[in-house]
């Protein structure tokens, strides 16, 4: 079976090359012509969409009313700004802000809460400085 046996090897294997390029030229034509049949029936070529508008980050002070929790923070952390009020279920008020400095804290200064400085975009600030002042804000790292 020597020389036949490879005849029929060889036979074999040019029989799936052939099948297998002929599948990957009927997959790049499906590719091509589907494209073109969906514009000859009528329908609108997709208009590309405009790039994102560039969000401004700023600077925002927060206090955070533990301040345990503020010393663990790390420039570059990620943390969900949450504001608890009184009555009313806790809601998060801005979410993955960027942690920009925790600056040391002020000697002599009450159990009222650390600083840190979150970099934000300018209407999440806006949130924040207002759930400041009507709640008490708490982090978690993200």
Request: hydrophobic fraction near 45%; charge should be positive; aromatic fraction near 0%.
């Given at each position: 079976?020597?020389?036949a046996g ?9 029989r799936?090359?052939s ?5 990957a ?17 009528g ?12 969000v401004?980050?700023?600077?925002a ?8 929790t503020?010393r663990?923070?790390?420039?570059g952390?990620?943390?969900?700004v ?20 925790v ?7 009450g159990?009222?809460?650390?600083l840190?400085?979150l970099?934000v975009p300018?209407e999440?600030a ?12 708490a982090?978690?790292?993200?």
């Amino acid at each position: 079976m020597g020389r036949a046996g490879d005849r029929l090897r060889r036979a074999v294997r040019r029989r799936r090359r052939s099948a297998a390029a002929g599948l990957a030229v009927v997959a790049a034509a499906l590719m091509v012509g589907g494209a073109e049949a969906e514009a000859s029936r009528g329908s609108a070529p997709p208009e590309p969409k405009p790039p994102p508008a560039a969000v401004r980050m700023v600077s925002a002070p927060v206090r955070i009313a533990d301040a345990a929790t503020v010393r663990l923070l790390r420039p570059g952390d990620r943390v969900d700004v949450v504001a608890a009020e009184r009555g009313g279920p806790p809601r998060v008020v801005a979410a993955g802000a960027r942690v920009a400095e925790v600056p040391n804290p002020e000697k002599g200064v009450g159990d009222d809460g650390a600083l840190v400085v979150l970099s934000v975009p300018r209407e999440t600030a806006r949130t924040l400085v207002g759930a400041g002042t009507v709640s008490q804000l708490a982090v978690t790292l993200c």
